[in-house]
């Protein structure tokens, strides 16, 4: 079954028609075998490509030049399409339905301007038998009205496959696809060749060339096996289908669907995007260039997408396409089709590819991208279109469109898992370590696709895979325990007596500690969600909350990040009571070591000056001590800028301590200019309050979206409120920040709770 089958049909039909056509003629001229003219027999839509299944419509359009009386243009007509309805043709293979019209060219062009169908179908007219003259003037006006009404006309497809798919669904996710109707199918295929038809775009159809191929194929034998002219997929049908075009079982067909329709929607979607912003930030319509807007290292927006700069891939740098998928995805944007291609090409050749293990910042921007939410989702599927994402995630080839062909599930595994991802981004405000949470979301399932427990072997899997991409041997025996007992609580929960002391002890028995609890709930909480509600209810909820709360009474222990300590050499330099500032190379970060005259306000001075000098940083560690505070920053450096240096960062921190740099109007004017670019909705900060975690202190934890002057608001709000920070923790993982903030009285001692409320509050408005 292919393509030449369907044209051999195709051409079989034609044969019979144009049979039956010469036979009206000649009936109408009393069996005279004149030339035929004024009229005109011609295939349209999909008979007009030449694509027929044993169950399509025949779509012809009868057209004449008018100069039939009424009563004999309908005894022609009767005597062309009777024997086809009476089923008296002599092919049995020819479909028995036929859709019809009968009109002049002028009443066919009406016809067309008037219905978007008839003008789609008019694009692939063709003649079957007749005069050919009256084919090519309506063929020449549908293709010139098609691209001179293009403006308008793309508009009306663009709402009539939006309700199409709102009622159909995605074709690769559904358990019984229409392959015809659904997003992704072959109405879609349709719509994309009319659109490169209008001449608006240039569309690379070529790139769905197989996935037509297949879904055709498969559309043929669906029809032959189920001896019916509908296009869904039925459960109990897969089967067949899947052993008449010899695929190994019916997983393997719904796969290949599911792969298929996944390529057409997003060359689909990304037709849509590309019309929606032409033009509107080139340079005019003749230069064709467009106005770009840098946003990072070798990455800038061009019409609403992100793009590679020119030259931009290298060796040197292969964070770069990680870099720009969490800024596409940060911002909201997709990632442009052409740079996901150079980023693929580039690999093929060994350029960019990623060592192992990865760079801290390409784990930092990896959950970056996962914890962009629903945005993350198309720049993760251009990436996978292009197989990029198996070339970082070799593991994620075995699970790529993977069908789970059970009611309750609603994705494919990997989209699933995509899915629960984007659950996981809702809740990384609930959890000290978001990203575990993010990557453990996104690889939860990642042992499915055999038949051993995919819990085990997941937890199996996962463990290379984290160390590759550079999480210490604690975080990865974290991700592992969460990969291997994301069904743990859920099972638990539903399954056993939460009265029971030993139910309680079972779940105690496989989570150490109440970090990794904390994150098996939002897992469980998040893989629930991205299944559906035949998975998780609020009862469902209720009853798994009820648990992780009984077991977390029953753990002692705290998740609030300890005071840092100093080394002995520290606390030496601290003593002097000068400025002093050391930087150096560590990996690919960059560490400063800054011991300066402790003041309030410290904390905020520092972090605006490192924000100033473009320096991101990832994390920090201070402590007060004696007349001195003794931090350490580390930053991730931008290798095509100079690397500053430990007297210029001096100069400056001198220079903000004694008021001389304008800090606050310095930091408002960049995070003005960063305001301007699109972002993704980001969840509210979340500030607590310890009153027991230190007896010295009032501890605060931040998590908040990280953001440009952020570390400097935080500590500028604190010091309005005249709190001293004798001790900061500041953490940022991938997009979030976590700060934990050790603050007591200006004459020492632990914050009243009035004060503390006041100083939550203030953080809060400093940061929304």
Known sequence: MG??????????SDRVLAALFQSAYEQLHEGSRVEIAGIALAAVGGYGRGELCPGSDLDILIIHNDHLSKDGLQTFVNAVLYPIWDGKTPNADIPRSVDHSVRTPSQTRDAATADLKVAMGLLDI????????LVATVQHNAIDDWRRDSRRRLSELKVLLTGRHERSGELAYLLEPDLKEARGGLRDIVAL?????????DIPLERISASESSLMSIREALHIQSGRTKDRLLFQEQDKVADALGYTNADELMGEVAKSARAVDY???STWHRLDHRGKDGLGRFLRRPRTTSVGRG??????????DIGAVTTEDPVLGLRAAAKAAQLGLRLSMESCVLLAQSLKQ??????????????????????AGSAMVPVWEA????????TWLPEWKAVRSLPQRNFLHRHTVDRHMVETAVHAAGLTRSVHRPDLLLVAALFHDIGKGGDDDHSKRGGELIEPLARRIGFGAADVVTLSLLVQHHLLLSATATRRDLHDPATIASVMACIPDLQTLELLHALSIADGEATGSAAWSNWKATLVADLVERVRLAMSGTTVAPEPELTPEQRGFAEV?????????RDSDYAIEIIAPDRPGLLSIVAGVLNLARLDVRSARTKSHGVSAVMTWIVSLDPNAPVPTAEKIHADINAALNGHADLERRIQERVKSYSQLPSIPVPPPVIETFDEASNECTVFEVRSHDQPGLLFRIGDAVTRCRVDIRSAIVTTLGAEAIDTLYATEISGGPLSAERAQEVARKLKEALT
């Open 3 to 12: 393509t030449r089958e369907r044209r051999a049909r195709s051409n079989e």
């Open 350 to 371: 060994g350029i960019g590819v990623l060592p192992d293990p990865w760079p801290r910042e390409a784990r930092e921007d990896l959950v970056a991208l996962i914890g």
């Open 193 to 201: 060749r009319a659109i490169a038809m209008s001449g608006a775009i």
């Open 577 to 585: 009571g000068a400025l002093r500032v050391e930087a150096f190379v």
């Open 267 to 269: 060359l689909m979607q």
């Open 299 to 308: 990455i800038s927006v061009a019409h609403q997408e992100v793009v590679l």
């Open 126 to 133: 063709r003649l079957i038998a007749g005069d050919p003259a």
């Open 383 to 390: 990436l996978d279109q292009e197989e990029i994402i198996s």
